[in-house]
C-alpha cells in the first residue's frame, strides 16, 4: 500500500490497472483502495497548497 501511494504521490501519471490490481491481489478491497486514493490525493492536495502559498510549519 505505501509504495502504491508512493507511485501515486510521485509519478501519477504512470498508475496503471496493475497497480490496482497489485493491492487486490495482496487482500484490499475496492473500497479500501478507493480510500487509499482518496487519502493520498488529499495529503498531496494539502501540500501543494501549503507549498504554493509559501506557508511553512511552525517551529514547536
Known sequence: MLDYAAKLT???ETM???DVE???RTG???T???DIVQVTALF???NR???GLGITL???
Open 44 to 46: 498531496n492536495y494539502y
Open 58 to 60: 511552525e517551529a514547536k
Open 10 to 12: 510521485r509519478r501519477p
Open 16 to 18: 496503471e490497472e496493475a
Open 22 to 24: 497489485g493491492l487486490r
Open 49 to 51: 497548497l501549503a507549498d
Open 28 to 30: 484490499f478491497s475496492d
Open 32 to 34: 479500501a483502495i478507493h
